[in-house]
């Protein structure tokens, strides 16, 4: 699985708290706009005009035919779907993403498609817009199943919040499962090359929901999936969210629509309760649609302060950690010094010890002479003294 980071999970945590602690209905400054552009609808479908009656906090707009620097002046959110899967995003909109988001600031959700039948078409343009922005995410050429966390058919794929990488929790708060109908799969692309998002890690890329252990990868059409294996079977993105911390701005890219384009994540019980609805299938589709809206419209920004503020500290922690390991080097260095000389310390008592081992001899062998001399004396003594008298007689 991918490395986790306990400085982002910190982030995660106080992102929850401040999300939760904070109200978002009846706050009162401008509205933050979101803009939704269902290229090619008539008008918002179902699920998009629920949302827009319901969720009153931001301001929308809603764009249906090619998108324009006016549609996005403003914006804080755009949100990417094709009613019509056969239209292309042209040269003009992507230079109008573009320079919306080089204001920094901004959040841009791509929706996809699967490659079953005319939805294939969707792939492509997800990967021109994605492409064209710089982004490190792509939609993989294949579709997903899943055999068991479904709405009652393997293309009906209930992805599942339970492998979102940590850092990014607060957005699949409240949310186990949520519908993705008929979805294709996200992945990294990093200097030409594809990634598996379950396997390797893509600088400042998190996934958000998957299937189950149960999804399988489907290849309907050419051309072959890049990075993905047909019949492959687990957890697959079904969703995932990169940060630029240049210019702090949020990219979602997705399998599916949270609207539009049949059966979107956003409340589909509203759409079929038989396939959906609490007592069928649950979901919670509807809360993480809120968790990202209320992330890119209000929190992104603090998130952003204080993911900067814990680089700044993480660079301090470097360079106390650096520090430590020279001194930890130094004590080394000094602990290799003084077992040297209790070594030196050892040699010279043992010399020491010797040596007192010698003077004791030689004092031993000194005070043998003396007594030696003393009775030689004693006995010259005694020998002069009866030897004399016969002498001079």
């Not at 106080?14 to 090619?40: C, D, E, N, R, Y």
């Not at 956003?266 to 809206?293: H, S, T, V």
């Amino acid at each position: 699985m991918r490395r986790k980071t306990l400085p982002m999970i910190l982030i995660a945590f106080l992102t929850i708290t401040f999300m939760a602690a904070l109200p978002v209905q009846g706050m009162h400054h401008a509205k933050p706009i979101v803009v939704a552009h269902s290229k090619g609808a008539l008008e918002p479908d179902t699920q998009l005009m629920y949302i827009m009656d319901n969720i009153t906090y931001v301001e929308w707009r809603f764009v249906p035919e090619e998108l324009t620097s006016d549609d996005l002046d403003g914006a804080s959110m755009l949100i990417m779907s094709k009613s019509d899967s056969a239209l292309e995003y042209t040269s003009a909109e992507l230079s109008a993403i573009n320079s919306w988001l080089s204001e920094g600031g901004k959040t841009i959700w791509v929706a996809a498609d699967s490659d079953f039948g005319t939805d294939e078409m969707r792939i492509p343009t997800a990967n021109d817009v994605l492409e064209s922005i710089g982004s490190k995410l792509r939609i993989d050429h294949a579709s997903a199943e899943d055999a068991v966390s479904n709405g009652g058919a393997p293309y009906r794929v209930l992805g599942v919040s339970a492998n979102v990488d940590p850092e990014m929790e607060f957005l699949v708060r409240g949310v186990n499962r949520g519908l993705f109908h008929g979805p294709g799969i996200v992945a990294g692309y990093v200097n030409g090359e594809w990634m598996n998002l379950m396997e390797e890690d893509v600088e400042d890329v998190y996934v958000i929901m998957t299937t189950s252990d149960t999804g399988i990868i489907v290849d309907n059409q050419e051309p072959a999936p890049s990075v993905m294996t047909p019949g492959a079977e687990g957890n697959f993105p079904l969703m995932a969210l990169e940060v630029d911390m240049e210019n702090e701005n949020v990219i979602i890219a997705s399998g599916e629509s949270p609207f539009d384009q049949y059966v979107g994540l956003y409340r589909p019980e509203i759409i079929r309760m038989d396939r959906y609805g609490p007592q069928a299938n649950p979901q919670q589709g509807e809360y993480l649609f809120k968790n990202i809206l209320r992330f890119a419209t209000i929190f992104s920004e603090p998130w952003f302060e204080m993911k900067m503020e814990v680089s700044s500290l993480n660079i301090e922690i470097a360079d106390y950690e650096e520090t430590i390991d020279t001194l930890e080097a130094d004590m080394d260095e000094l602990e290799t010094q003084v077992s040297e000389c209790e070594s030196e310390v050892s040699d010279l008592e043992s010399q020491v010890t010797d040596l007192e081992g010698q003077i004791e001899q030689a004092q031993s062998r000194a005070s043998t002479m003396q007594l030696v001399a003393v009775a030689a004396l004693v006995i010259g003594v005694v020998i002069g003294y009866f030897v004399g008298p016969m002498i001079k007689k």
